[in-house]
């Protein structure tokens, strides 16, 4: 398996401004031959500002992400809220989430993790900016969907995660997977206010867009434009982003140029108009970035220049 690790510490200051993307070539639909850039079969982990890497662990089972319960009510309950889901019942609901998909399970009946969830949850549990990279088919989605559901107070009528796609067609993956995990928590907790969800698509008229929904789904480019005028991002505290070496390929061509507007002013990438709109109402929100190709290559100009990209928008201060 292909799996590379970038965790980047937390920056609860200004985002920061647009950099060059990168030229990305065809998508990766199965392993591809071994290349001097890529790590295969390891996970390599490069802190930035993170102490004790080594003591944070990585999970093996799903029941494990209850040890983190503190730390995520520090780090997503804000004041004047009421309180999140709380671990226990989301614990339940990805092993029934595990039936139905017919996960496989460990010597003593329960489900495993995947490599890539076992080491990302316990630090988006604790707050961290990642950047993940692991191949197609991994496990990635519920890397942050299991994220997305920890964060949300639900009784908070308004949109408090915001997840990116690059195109339509992996926007509706991820959109009937958060389905299924908010429809298996309303039926666990029939008696408690559920989780919403919504995307943002002009081309489907048969489904109206909810602007107050908890997590809010979107290509990168529709999501930054809503943010401008129709979603209240004032209690946004975690944007996530699938394949985001791709939407940050569809802000500007292979030299790094960003695209104009038809008036020829020049625009910001979509992720960087995103973090700015959120983190214009009080600190900057927890950002995880999810991947199948990104290259660690020094000398590859689009390696750098697209980890230059990554780390901006994790870490970097105006």
Known sequence: MNLILEFLGKAQTSPPPGAPPR???????????????????????KPFGIANFESMGVLGRWDELLRYEQDRNRMWQR???????????????????GKQNEWDKDPDGRY???????????????????????????????????????????????????????????????????????????????????????????????RSFNPSAHVILSTAGQLAGKLRKDIDSS??????ADEVDDILNQSGDSHG??????HGRQQDPAMTSIIQSVSKHFSRPQVLLFSATIGDDEQDPDDVRLNLQLKQCTVRIL
């Not at 004047?80 to 989301?90: H, K, N, R, S, W």
Request: charged content about 20%; hydrophobic content about 35%.
């Open 79 to 97: 004041p004047g809220e009421g309180p999140l889901v709380p671990l226990q019942d989301i614990v339940q609901v990805i092993d029934e989430y």
């Open 112 to 206: 495993t993790m995947r490599p890539i969830q076992g080491a990302t949850l316990p630090n988006s549990l604790r707050g961290y900016n990642l950047v993940a990279t692991a191949e197609t088919g991994s496990g990635k989605t519920m890397c942050f969907a299991v994220a997305a559901l920890a964060a949300v107070s639900p009784s908070v009528a308004k949109p408090q995660v915001l997840i990116s796609a690059h195109n339509r067609t992996l926007l509706d993956q991820l959109c009937d997977e958060m389905d299924k995990l908010c429809d298996a928590l309303k039926r666990l907790r029939p008696s408690q206010a559920p989780i919403t969800w919504s995307y943002v698509d002009s081309r489907d008229s048969n």
């Open 23 to 45: 030229a990305r070539g065809p998508r990766l639909t199965s392993r591809p031959p071994p290349a001097p850039n890529f790590k295969y079969g390891d996970i390599l982990i």
């Open 257 to 262: 140029r960003q695209h104009g507007d038809s």
């Open 235 to 240: 209690h946004v505290k975690l944007i996530v």
